[in-house]
T-cell receptor, first 114, second 113 residues
Framework: AQSVTQLGSHVSVSEGALVLLRCNYS??????LFWYVQYPNQGLQLLLK??????LVKGINGFEAEFKKSETSFHLTKPSAHMSDAAEYFC????????????FGTGTRLTVIP | EAQVTQNPRYLITVTGKKLTVTCSQN?????MSWYRQDPGLGLRQIYY???????DKGDVPEGYKVSRKEKRNFPLILESPSPNQTSLYFC????????????FGPGTRLTVT
């Protein structure tokens, strides 16, 4: 069965600093992986996705993630944090059952300190 | 505008009083799903539907019902709500085929007292 683990339920960074949000996956087959962002009082919005093409995936708002098979990781990064990046971030993996459901991690809340 | 809508956005109710949360999408998506979001637990799937009249249980289906009579609508029914169903609920949809990313509604915050 597929699953994802997000290390760190809360991450704080200073404005302008590097953002690194960690996600490790478990999958018996090549995974499809996603990062979603949830701004306060809103639904989830897709940031980026990995679908077995390029291992470095670029998303919206300057975020990117690198798929590393050897480390079973799909960490999300942004070179310079902005106040507007404060949100909750979820990593998800596609289930290879017939329904292709998504399994979500427990989320990481990012705080940006001015 | 392509979107998933949910109503109501906020609901406070009492134990045992039946309620329905509606979900509608205007993208002609085949797949729809309901999740609940709880602190420290992330999103957990309640029910999903692969198409009209086809529904199946997710990871936490107890205490919930769904129906899919039309492609665009996927209501979530709590026949006898209990306080442990106090949560933030999201509806999502996606096309069929090989597009696996889901599009989410704005959420419904439910409080059961």
């Amino acid at each position: 069965a597929q699953s994802v683990t997000q290390l760190g339920s809360h991450v704080s960074v200073s404005e302008g600093a590097l953002v690194l949000l960690r996600c490790n996956y478990s999958s018996s087959v090549p995974p499809y992986l996603f990062w979603y962002v949830q701004y306060p009082n809103q639904g989830l919005q897709l940031l980026l996705k990995y679908t077995s093409a390029a291992t470095l995936v670029k998303g919206i708002n300057g975020f990117e993630a690198e798929f590393k098979k050897s480390e079973t990781s799909f960490h999300l990064t942004k070179p310079s944090a902005h106040m507007s990046d404060a949100a909750e971030y979820f990593c998800a993996v596609r289930d290879y059952g017939g329904a292709n459901n998504l399994f979500f991690g427990t989320g990481t809340r990012l705080t940006v300190i001015p | 505008e392509a979107q998933v809508t949910q109503n109501p956005r906020y609901l406070i109710t009492v134990t045992g009083k039946k309620l329905t949360v509606t979900c509608s999408q205007n993208m002609n998506h085949e797949y729809m799903s309901w999740y609940r979001q709880d602190p420290g637990l992330g999103l957990r799937q309640i029910y999903y539907s692969m198409n009209v009249e086809v529904t199946d249980k997710g990871d936490v289906p107890e205490g919930y019902k769904v129906s899919r009579k039309e492609k665009r609508n996927f209501p979530l029914i709590l026949e006898s709500p209990s306080p442990n169903q106090t949560s933030l609920y999201f509806c999502a949809s996606r096309p069929g085929g090989t597009s696996y990313e889901q599009y989410f509604g704005p959420g419904t915050r439910l409080t059961v007292t």
